[in-house]
């Protein structure tokens, strides 16, 4: 528990003490055993009056000038998602160009963006986290990739009472707000997406026999363990499971030609990186599964990796692509497209659908200034926390982007499943929303 955490939950352990003693020690077999603190509050969230030791609210703003850090790999079979922080510098320029974002309490701030590299090494993260709070002095950090390397340094950035926004990863940890009340995702939880794959396979193909592939990390594992609490009691069963270290330095060959051999009509790949779409290059051609893959391996440029072999593939879909003439009509797209434009990215670059997640973090982090009446540290993240059906960047606009405080920390838990058709997707479920039900979800 991080000191952070104790603060918060110290005030009602104390108030359910009294309450407790007041009644006699009555016990109610309907109410959970588990604290929700401040879950469903109406007010402000956190309060770091009582959250933290020695707030420094806004650190990093000076003037009309807002400095934020973000951490990516800018090596490695993980460099791919390197781009993503170049959609969000490329939205901070955009904005910056216009006269800057125009927050809650009237003012338009320009944003300044640190970039670090931690190779997608999250024993590299806490240096480099240290030095964007300690030393540039950033006010948040915003987009920083991989689930491990945001493990690496959340308590650090939850006892020193910094914002960690838009995180780029969907890991079911960042659904712990009480306990880390400093995390905001901008990417749905795996384990909602993995509840989207085993809701379409019970309609599409109740009787699948599943392959699963998983990254040998907390990213891989979240798809492994919500994927089978969500076929628990079903006729779906895994008959053959292999996972893959992102760090060996090797490929996943040798994994998919034993999955391959097991009987499987389905293949699920939870994986990414580059790993993820060179697996489906690996696909012998003798087998022939319905193939599921991660949202996070689902673009344009990524399965321009897959040897041809992309075609067909299922997704779970919350964001709009670009490269897919049907989403490229939109608004939304045509917007991005227009101002992507003024921020120097290519077609190639939108069309990519790497940068426009980038893109979609530093409209999260857009809207959360509007939102926050008191431009501090503390009034952002209360703001993201209390978010009402506002889409941002390229979620599809029939996502309900809606938090509330702990009891739903996450942005967005709508998805549909989509089917690879040339360069474009093909609906095979509509948009389902699970408004406060990811948590549920994970193992």
Do not use: H
């Given at each position: 528990m991080t000191s952070t955490t104790w603060k918060r939950l110290a005030p009602l352990a104390i108030a359910i003490a009294l309450l407790a003693a007041a009644c006699g020690g009555r016990e109610d077999s309907g109410t959970s055993s588990s604290s929700s603190t401040t879950e469903g509050a109406t007010g402000a969230f956190i309060d770091p009056a009582k959250d933290c030791d020695n707030y420094q609210g806004t650190q990093g703003i000076a003037g009309d000038t807002i400095k934020v850090g973000t951490i990516r790999p800018a090596s490695g079979p993980y460099a791919i998602y390197d781009q993503v922080t170049t959609g969000l510098d490329s939205y901070f320029k955009a904005q910056n160009a216009k006269g800057g974002i125009k927050a809650g309490d009237g003012k338009s701030y320009k944003v300044e963006l640190i970039k670090e590299d931690d190779g997608y090494d999250p024993a590299r993260t806490p240096q480099v986290a240290?030095?964007?709070?300690?030393?540039?002095?950033?006010?948040?950090?915003?987009?920083?990739?991989?689930?491990?390397?945001?493990?690496?340094?959340?308590?650090?950035?939850?006892?020193?009472?910094?914002?960690?926004?838009?995180?780029?990863?969907?890991?079911?940890?960042?659904?712990?707000?009480?306990?880390?009340?400093?995390?905001?995702?901008?990417?749905?939880?795996?384990?909602?997406?993995?509840?989207?794959?085993?809701?379409?396979?019970?309609?599409?193909?109740?009787?699948?026999?599943?392959?699963?592939?998983?990254?040998d990390d907390d990213f891989g594992k979240s798809y492994e363990t919500a994927l089978k609490?969500?076929?628990?009691?079903?006729?779906?069963?895994?008959?053959?499971?292999?996972?893959?270290?992102?760090?060996?330095?090797?490929?996943?060959?040798?994994?998919?030609?034993?999955?391959?051999?097991?009987?499987?009509?389905?293949?699920?790949?939870?994986?990414?990186?580059?790993?993820?779409?060179?697996t489906l290059s690996f696909v012998p051609d003798t087998w022939k599964p319905t193939t599921i893959i991660s949202v996070t391996c689902a673009s344009k440029t990524a399965l321009s990796l897959a040897g041809g072999k992309d075609q067909g593939v299922i997704v779970a879909q919350a964001t709009l692509d670009p490269a897919d003439a049907a989403d490229a009509a939109t608004e939304q797209v045509k917007t991005f497209f227009a101002e992507g434009a003024t921020a120097g990215l290519s077609k190639d670059q939108m069309e990519g659908g790497i940068v426009s997640v980038g893109w979609g973090f530093g409209a999260l982090f857009d809207k959360a200034l509007a939102a926050t009446k008191t431009?501090?540290?503390?009034?952002?993240?209360?703001?993201?926390?209390?978010?009402?059906?506002?889409?941002?960047?390229?979620?599809r606009p029939d996502v309900e982007v809606t938090t509330d405080n702990a009891k739903d920390p996450w942005l967005i838990e709508g998805f549909r499943i989509a089917e690879r058709t040339g360069t474009g997707w093909t609906e095979k479920s509509p948009m389902a929303n699970e408004n406060g039900k990811s948590n549920s979800y994970a193992g």
């Open positions: 240290k030095k964007l709070v300690e030393q540039d002095k950033v006010f948040a950090l915003v987009g920083v990739i991989g689930t491990e390397n945001n493990k690496a340094i959340r308590e650090y950035m939850n006892d020193n009472c910094v914002p960690n926004l838009a995180l780029a990863t969907g890991s079911p940890e960042w659904g712990k707000a009480n306990e880390f009340p400093w995390y905001v995702s901008a990417l749905p939880s795996y384990a909602t997406e993995a509840n989207a794959w085993a809701t379409y396979l019970k309609t599409a193909k109740p009787n699948a026999k599943i392959a699963l592939l998983f990254q609490k969500a076929i628990t009691g079903t006729d779906l069963k895994i008959v053959g499971e292999q996972s893959f270290n992102p760090l060996s330095g090797s490929t996943t060959e040798a994994a998919v030609t034993q999955l391959s051999q097991s009987g499987a009509d389905t293949f699920i790949v939870g994986i990414g990186g580059t790993p993820c779409p060179k431009v501090d540290r503390a009034g952002v993240v209360n703001g993201l926390f209390q978010f009402d059906n506002n889409v941002f960047g390229l979620i």
